[in-house]
């Protein structure tokens, strides 16, 4: 349990995906709602922790059509330093309703409770994508968190 208390406070994964005013440059926002598969936290040493999560991803967008009802998994690992500051990166494959996918990859940002994510990767009208922006959880429900994201869309 304390590695997913963990995971809701580093407002990870999601994933994927920042409570925050859309700014000039973001023209695209949405939701991911993600409900938790796997969780194991491993103390490697006195306050040094080594977190993996796997989850179900679903996104939602009004205004970014693509990728509006997109589902995958997400994977995340999270490094707690023995200070307590804490250290996140993974990656996410979703795929839409004619088997295009895309992979997104994120890591935590220093100051921050949120994540920065950008496409890596894409298949079919997901090729040559170049999206990019920021993303923090909003809302933890148990196994199930929904996070708010915001970028630029391309």
């Given amino acids: 349990m304390r590695a997913y208390q963990l995971l809701q406070a580093a407002s990870v994964v999601g994933g994927t995906l920042m409570t925050c005013s859309v700014s000039l440059a973001d023209n695209c926002s949405g939701h991911d ?18 977190t993996t999560m796997i989850d179900y991803s679903v996104v939602t967008s ?21 200070d307590g500051n804490t250290k996140v990166s993974g990656h996410c494959v979703r ?4 088997g295009d996918s895309y992979s997104v990859e994120f890591s935590s940002v220093p100051g921050t409770a949120g994540t920065a994510w950008k496409v890596i990767a894409g298949t079919g009208k997901f090729t040559g994508n170049a999206s990019s922006g920021r993303a923090q959880s909003v809302v933890h ?13 391309k």
């Fill in 33 to 50: 709602v993600l409900v938790n598969r796997f969780t194991e936290a491993t103390e490697v040493a006195n306050g040094h922790t080594l």
């Fill in 62 to 82: 009004d205004d970014y059509r693509i990728v509006d009802a997109t589902t995958g998994e997400c994977a995340a690992t999270m490094l707690t330093f023995p």
């Fill in 95 to 98: 795929r839409d309703k004619d």
């Fill in 141 to 153: 429900d148990g196994k199930i968190i929904l996070v708010k994201w915001t970028g630029t869309c």
